[in-house]
């Protein structure tokens, strides 16, 4: 079975730091997708950013971005510039697909992300 | 588009009754799914379907059932509510394999 590890329950930076949210997982899957999504106090499930297995290069969504090491099994989360607006809960997810093509998303549990003004 | 709709926002049960939390996605996405947020976690799939009449259990189903009868509806049932059902349940939509799944707002759920 899959597991997602957040190991950093909570973290504070000051604004237009930057900051970077720990994630590691466990599979024997090749080929699988990974997410890092945001929840604001609105408690909405907001997609940051998608990172495919077989895809070396690191993805990359403005301030965004992501440091994808397959073989340690780590997909941390690298926030630039930080904004009062990034405060909220991030959780990485792992997808496999299951029975006729549904997906399947493991999710950690959770990074509090503060941005102190 | 609406993308998905979820009522209602806030329920509080007695232990004992049923209810049924509503979904709706106006996308005609095939795939749909239920999860709950337990407080201090991360989500987690009750059950999902792959289109109408489908539907399969996730990592958590016991005291759920569902249904899929239109491509654009996908109720979970509470059956008999027990204190460990409080959570926060959400439902979700994508079309395809590999696309983003479109979450709804939440149904925040106690039980007492």
């Known amino acids: 079975a899959q597991t997602v590890t957040q190991s950093q329950p909570e973290m504070s930076v000051q604004e237009a730091e930057t900051v970077t949210l720990s994630c590691t997982y466990d599979?024997?899957?090749?080929?699988?997708?990974l997410f890092w999504y945001k929840q604001p106090p609105s408690r909405q499930m907001i997609l940051v950013i998608r990172q495919e297995a077989y895809k070396q290069q690191n993805a990359t969504e403005n301030r965004f971005s992501v440091n994808f090491q397959k073989a340690a099994k780590s997909f941390s989360l690298k926030i630039s510039d930080s904004q009062l607006g990034d405060t909220a809960m991030y959780f990485c997810?792992?997808?496999?697909?299951?029975?006729?093509?549904?997906?399947?998303?493991?999710f950690g549990q959770g990074t509090r992300l503060t941005i102190n003004p | 588009n609406a993308g998905v709709t979820q009522t209602p926002k806030f329920r509080i049960l007695k232990i004992g009754q049923s209810m049924t939390l509503q979904c709706t996605q106006d996308m005609n996405h095939n795939y749909m799914y239920w999860y709950r947020q337990d407080p201090g976690m991360g989500l987690k799939l009750i059950y999902y379907?792959?289109?109408?009449?489908?539907?399969d259990k996730g990592e958590v189903p016991n005291g759920y059932n569902v249904s899929r009868s239109t491509t654009e509806d996908f109720p979970l049932r509470l059956e008999l509510a027990a204190p460990s059902q409080t959570s926060v349940y959400f439902c979700?939509?994508?079309?395809?394999?590999?696309?983003?799944?479109?979450f709804g707002p939440g149904t925040r759920l106690t039980v007492t």
């Open positions: 379907s792959v289109g109408a009449g489908i539907t």
């Open positions: 997810a792992f997808m496999s697909l299951i029975i006729q093509g549904a997906q399947k998303l493991v």
């Open positions: 979700a939509s994508t079309y395809g394999q590999i696309n983003e799944q479109y």
């Open positions: 599979t024997s899957e090749s080929n699988y997708y």
